[in-house]
Structure formats: C-alpha cells, structure tokens
C-alpha cells in the first residue's frame, strides 16, 4: 500500500492508459481522482473506474471536465482539495489525436490537439501550483509520446504537442525542485488503447514492424513506470523523460 493516503488526480482517466493507472494508484491505497471530459457516456465510465478503486481498497472520486479550459482545472484542483484535503501526485493523461498530413491538416484540428495536450497539462499545473508550493512536495508526472521525440509523419499537431509537453516538464522541474516537487514524462510507444485501436491495419503493420520487442505495449507497461515515478524509490528523479516503447526509440 505505498500510496496510502496519498491524493492522486489522473486526468483522462475514464478509459486507456489513465484508468489503468488509476486503478493501479487506487489497489496501492491511494486517493484518486478520476477525470473525463464532460460527455454522456462519461459519467458511466468514471463511476465504473471509481467502483472498481473503492472494491480494491482505495479511494475515488470523479469530476468531469474540460482541461483545455483554466477555469474547469482551477475547479478539478478545488475539488480534489475538498474531496481528499492535499494533493500528492498529478498525472497529466488526458490526450487526444487528430492525425493528418500536413497539408491537409485544418487549424482546427491543430488547434485543438495542442489546447488538450499541451495547453491542458500547462492548466492543471498552473492550477496546482499553489497548492503543491505551499505544502512543499509533489510529483508530476506528464503523459508525452514517442512521436514528440522523434516526430511522426501525419501527427504534426500530436508530435508539436508532445515535445512541447518535454519543454514543459523540463521546465517545470527546474522551476519547481526547490519546494520539492518533482516533474518527469513518460513517453510511451505503441500501447494498445481506443487511440490505437482505431488506426488502420496496414499502419499497424508498419508500426509493428519496427518495433525491436515485436509487440505493442499493454496499458499496465504505462501504469508500472508512472507509479515507479510517484513513489519514493524515484525520489531523486527529475526533469526526465522515460520512453516505454519496446525499443523503438534508441
Ligand atoms: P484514450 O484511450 O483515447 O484515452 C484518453 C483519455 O483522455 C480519455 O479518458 C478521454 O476522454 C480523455 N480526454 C480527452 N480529452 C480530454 C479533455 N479535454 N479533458 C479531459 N479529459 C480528456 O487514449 P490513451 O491511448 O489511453 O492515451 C492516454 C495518453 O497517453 C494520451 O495523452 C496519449 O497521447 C498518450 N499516448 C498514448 C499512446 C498509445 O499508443 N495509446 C502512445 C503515446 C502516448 P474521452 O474518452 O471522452 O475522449
């Protein structure tokens, strides 16, 4: 139970990547608090994310909500403060993709990547910072991508968004270690998740391919490094960024 009582928000928690790791924070003790956006069906998913905590020992809570938007994550920090009182670890999951090439990508749909990727992690730090100052620790942890090291061809809004989510976590890191908080990201490969499931056969192919383990990765492959990074045993980690990708980056 190493996260006992420890307050965790994991942003795009509902499905993928980020309810895994909420549910891995949640087996661990913690207090978590799932987070969605606000559409119909969201509301079903974070309570069955938050039934499935509660059965495994931890706490949760939900909140619907834009991160794109400062005043929707001023509000997600609120409640975390009055649900749990403290905030130990936040996880900036929530992503989305709008693949195009470049020629035929709209301003839109550039847009509308950076303002959740990147805008969105920027939001809840800043939201956070207070708070986390203050009380003098914390940990961040941001979910970046392979494609923001080394770039993808008709992911230019998505692999923009994920280096600049690097900067922002490097940046963050320096800016914040003296009150002891740490920063780090995560960059994960091809991990098998709705993102994923809908591109196309024969892409998979090309991904699969080059990808020296053979594999595509499983959500807790994600989860287990995050969960590392929040803990003690990362105690002197910061700054960093940790690709979990079956080799695919070298
Ligand atoms: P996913 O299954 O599509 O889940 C993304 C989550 O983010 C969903 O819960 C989604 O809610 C939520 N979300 C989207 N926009 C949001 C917003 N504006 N505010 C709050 N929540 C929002 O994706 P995933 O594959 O688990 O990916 C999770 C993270 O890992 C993303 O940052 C992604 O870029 C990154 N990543 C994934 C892969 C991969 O291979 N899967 C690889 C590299 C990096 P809705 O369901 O309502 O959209």
Redesign the pocket.
Known sequence: MEFQNKTVIV????????REIALKFGAEGANVVV???D?PL?KELAESACAEIRENGGKAEYML????KPEETDALIKFALEKFEKIDVIVN????TRDNLIMRMSESDWDSVLA??LK?AFNVIKSAARTLTKQRSGVIIN?A???GVMGNAGQANYSAS?AGLIGLTKSVAKELAARNIRCNAVA????Q????DKLKEDIKETYLASIPLKRFGQVEDIANLVLFLAGDKAKYITGQVINVDGGLVM
């Open positions: 942003t795009g928690s509902t499905q993928g990547i980020g987070n969605g956006i559409i969201q909500c834009d991160v794109s999951n929530a992503g989305i959740v990727n969105g979910m991508s392979v494609s994920k994960p490969g091809f991990i998740t709705a993102m994923t």
